[in-house]
């Protein structure tokens, strides 16, 4: 799938969350999605809350396998971990860079770096596996 054919994937089976992100680029090696930081995800004290970092992670590696596998929309989340390294700058977007480690018949396991836009260092770090349903 391409950028326009996720975008609209992710709009019709998730319209509740689709506006919230923006695919910025889709190639062999990947993808980076972008979170459009509202007031909605921001926690007490005007950080971006952690529930909106592991859905941008979420959402990412969902994506980079739907790019590969087609329009498979009951490829669920098995196992998460991130790491929270440091606070994201206030008033910006986050981009979360996205390659997958392993995809498989059965499962696909991906990595995520998250950024605050224009910030070299990652604010964030996880890696998620994919239950892909069989065909």
Known sequence: M???ALE???GEAFPQVSADFGIERLD???LCVRLKVAERHLRP???ISGPSMFALADVAVYLAILSRLGPV???VTTNCSIDFMRKP???VDLLCECRLLKLG???AVGDVLIHSEGLDQPVAR???TYAIPPS
Do not use: P
């Open 2 to 4: 391409d950028i326009a």
């Open 8 to 10: 609209a994937f992710l």
């Open 28 to 30: 062999a090696g990947g």
């Open 45 to 47: 004290g005007g950080t």
């Open 73 to 75: 929309a009951l490829a």
């Open 89 to 91: 700058a206030s008033g």
């Open 105 to 107: 018949r059965l499962l």
């Open 126 to 128: 996880a890696s998620l």
